[in-house]
């Protein structure tokens, strides 16, 4: 579902919101995965709302390392 009208001022929002989760990721000796960072970029170029892209992030890792439980979820 892309989100319309996107201005630049959203855009630019949520590449900084990328390059922060990425950076706390890296921080604790992680990297997200080729196929994460496709979503990211989806999610910062306005195609994907944050509920799609976490739940696009939660379906990636489940198929890669099984499913999580989180307990305040």
């Not at 630049?8 to 990721?25: K, L, N, W």
């Not at 976490?54 to 990636?60: D, E, H």
């Amino acid at each position: 579902m892309a989100i319309k009208p996107f201005t630049d001022d959203e855009r630019t929002e949520r590449q900084a919101r990328v390059v922060r989760a990425v950076a706390s990721v890296r921080l604790e000796g992680l990297e997200p995965t080729v196929a994460a960072r496709a979503v990211f970029d989806r999610y910062a170029a306005g195609d994907l709302t944050s509920q799609e892209m976490i739940a696009q992030i939660r379906a990636l890792n489940a198929r890669e390392f099984g499913p999580v439980h989180v307990p305040w979820d």
